[in-house]
């Protein structure tokens, strides 16, 4: 995903990592998408009812998610929201993509909720801004 | 931690949400204290406009007044941004570890297959 610029401000996520992977977008989908598969790296207990609309809930030890699945797109894209019990929620989206070889696998967190106007659109400038003001958080 | 981020980061982001005043914070990030002449002088705008402007960061908690004789000084509270950075930083890092692990799976998987 392209970062947008002021206009789209609202599309541009907090928090966007990418890994490449030897696998085809079809093997990628499946560790994304089977309960199974997702236990294998996600989080120690992961229930999934893989439709659009269906619940995800995650748990890793005392650490306990749920929301629901928004887009279920067979290998290609797959997103959903997740909060913790009393805490905002956030939008989760991976995107898969063909190479030659293997897949790149991107997903991206953004928090939602009452304010989701104003959310999202400060991730790569507050990132900056962080930096710049580094030597006064440290502290 | 990191629920503040969503909680009270709103009103950070509504008031950063004007290049202007991402102008203003950044300058006042590397001014220290000032006055509202002394980052006007600093920014192509007038005192008057400064002034509107730290009024709404002091809205957002970002920047704190005081009073010095005849002056008011103006100082950045980096802490609301701390709270959103805090959110990025930590959520960048889970990802990064869930990515890997994710990686690994698949790999384990190819060289089963062959």
Known sequence: MKLRDAQSDTEVPWVERETLVEATPEEVWEALTDEDRLEEWMAPEVELDPVEGGEIAVRDGED???GTIETFEESERFAFTWSR???GESFVEFTIEALPGGSRVTVVETPIGPSAIAF????SRLARLHRSLSFTLVA | MRAPAHRHVDSVFIALAD???RRVVETL????TVTASGLASQLPMTRQAVAKHLSALRGADLVSM???GRETHYKLRPQPLDEAAHWIQMVSAEWDD???ALRRSLAKRGSRAQ
């Open chain 2, 19 to 21: 290049p202007t005043r």
């Open chain 1, 120 to 123: 999202g659109a400060w991730t």
């Open chain 2, 66 to 68: 005081s009073r010095v």
């Open chain 2, 98 to 100: 869930r990515l890997e």
């Open chain 2, 29 to 32: 990030a590397r001014g220290g």
């Open chain 1, 64 to 66: 306990h998610r749920t």
């Open chain 1, 85 to 87: 019990p009393g805490e």
